[in-house]
């Protein structure tokens, strides 16, 4: 590959027809700082994440409403909450549908592509899962207000923000952890409600093992629920479910992220090592302090950066320069992105990452010059393609390895996906000069070769596509 190509396909999200005049190069790379929107059109005008939880608790609050009287008429609660719920339900798939399309026509059209990778790499590592129906529809303005506006600010300040997040709160059910001594706990306590109410780890642990140290590096389960104890008190009202929900009505404006003193578990916490004697809020969020800090932070987020852009085993130099840029700078992530783009290691010429489904699928809409984009196309193609958007599966998120994506069915759906965009493009596209386009300098002669023996300009398209240079980077 040449670096041209590199730029614009290992780093960016694949090339467009004509783009490689407008520079692709490291200089290219680094000025994208500048130039990066985090609200682009699309994204602007959907609704912000207070507006959409308070809408989600008003539905929930509606279905609550319902449900007491029909009790109190003696109908079963079920039968009288079952259409307000199922239409809360279907608001959330609605919008959950249109952030999808929204998040596809950003990187589609995007001008800063090296930047929008990154947002999709952070929001992976932040992986929060559109399956739970709690939070489906505040999957899309997970990503646009906690992500997008910290991609080249602090990791500690992006750690913050996703934290607080009520759909990160409501997927690792943070809104139902109540502290056992807390006023709340101790009231339930009384009323023999114990089994009902408790601390809940779960964000806890995957803080620890996900978001910044990594799994493995120094913190025991005890570390585990004394962060969780410090946590208690961080929630989101009028959405989550069960006690923890019920305890922290009125504790703030619905939908909305706020600490709720009644449920924080008091006292002082000694988490690997430190104690941490703070009040209130300021407990949990010291901790994330210090965990953004933490060298165990840096290499994990060092190595996963260097295997983004290095290979599934990036070299442990670059790894080791990442990381010392990291903790050299206080966090600062465009200059670790810096010291990636300076990196001889992933700048070499022969691929090194087999392309997972969203990123071939955005590379294939900008390199046909795709203007229409429905939400419904890109659902659809991303099931069929394995990697439903926001929903991993798991908080880990999606693998970023060959292994996850390369199978032989997985590289039959491409194919197929390809015919389909091929047969869009209406004979319109020349791929012989296409091609040569999209990867300036770096078109090896068997894919010449194939393109130009194709029956038709559309089958030629289709075998562009399924390329070993589109299919990798």
Do not use: C
């Amino acid at each position: 590959m040449s670096e041209a190509s590199i730029a614009l396909n290992r780093f960016g999200l694949g090339a467009r027809a004509g783009e490689a005049e407008g520079g692709a190069s490291k200089q290219a790379l680094l000025r994208q700082f500048e130039r990066f929107a985090a609200l682009p059109a699309p994204i602007a005008a959907y609704p912000r994440t207070g507006a959409l939880a308070a809408e989600f608790a008003a539905d929930y609050a509606n279905v609550q409403m319902i449900g007491r009287e029909g009790r109190r008429q003696g109908i079963k609660a079920e039968v009288a909450t079952e259409e307000a719920r199922k239409a809360a339900r279907q608001k959330g798939r609605e919008y959950y549908n249109q952030a999808v399309g929204i998040r596809a026509q950003a990187a589609v059209f995007s001008e800063t592509p090296f930047v929008e990778r990154l947002v999709h790499f952070w929001a992976n590592h932040f992986a929060v899962s559109a399956d739970k129906q709690q939070m489906i529809g505040l999957a899309g303005a997970f990503e646009f207000d906690a992500i997008r506006p910290h991609v080249l600010g602090k990791f500690g300040d992006m750690l913050h923000a996703v934290e607080r997040h009520p759909a990160m709160l409501l997927y690792l059910d943070q809104a139902q952890s109540v502290g056992p001594n807390s006023q709340a706990g101790q009231l339930a306590a009384q009323r023999q409600e114990k089994r009902r109410v408790g601390l809940n780890e779960n964000l806890a642990r995957e803080i620890l093992e996900l978001h910044t140290l990594g799994v493995r590096t120094g913190y025991s389960q005890a570390d585990v629920t004394e962060f969780a104890r410090a946590m208690t008190g961080w929630t989101v009202p009028g959405l989550g479910r069960g006690q923890g929900a019920r305890l922290v009505r009125g504790a703030g404006e619905a939908g909305e992220f706020v600490f709720a003193p009644r449920i924080h578990e008091p006292g002082a916490r000694t988490i690997m090592g430190k104690s941490y004697d703070q009040q209130g809020r300021a407990q949990a969020a010291a901790v994330l302090d210090d965990l953004a800090a933490h060298p165990a932070t840096a290499k994990h987020l060092a190595t996963k950066l260097a295997r983004h852009f290095a290979g599934d085993d990036p070299p442990a130099a670059l790894t080791g320069r990442l990381e010392a840029a990291y903790l050299k700078s206080g966090g600062d992530l465009p200059t670790v992105y810096r010291a990636l783009v300076e990196a001889p290691e992933v700048w070499t010429p022969q691929p090194v990452k087999f392309k997972t489904p969203w990123e071939w699928s955005i590379s294939a809409m900008r390199a046909l010059g795709t203007q229409d984009i429905p939400a419904q196309a890109v659902l659809g193609l991303m099931n069929q393609l394995g990697q439903p958007v926001w929903r991993p599966g798991s908080p880990a998120g999606y693998d970023d390895i060959a292994p996850s994506w390369a199978g032989p069915d997985a590289v039959m759906r491409r194919v197929e996906a390809a015919e389909r965009f091929a047969a869009r493009t209406r004979e319109t596209i020349d791929p012989r000069t296409r091609a040569a386009e999209l990867f300036p300098g770096a078109l090896s002669a068997a894919t010449t070769q194939a393109i130009a023996r194709a029956e038709s300009p559309a089958q030629g398209v289709a075998l562009m596509l399924v390329s070993p240079e589109f299919m990798r980077r």
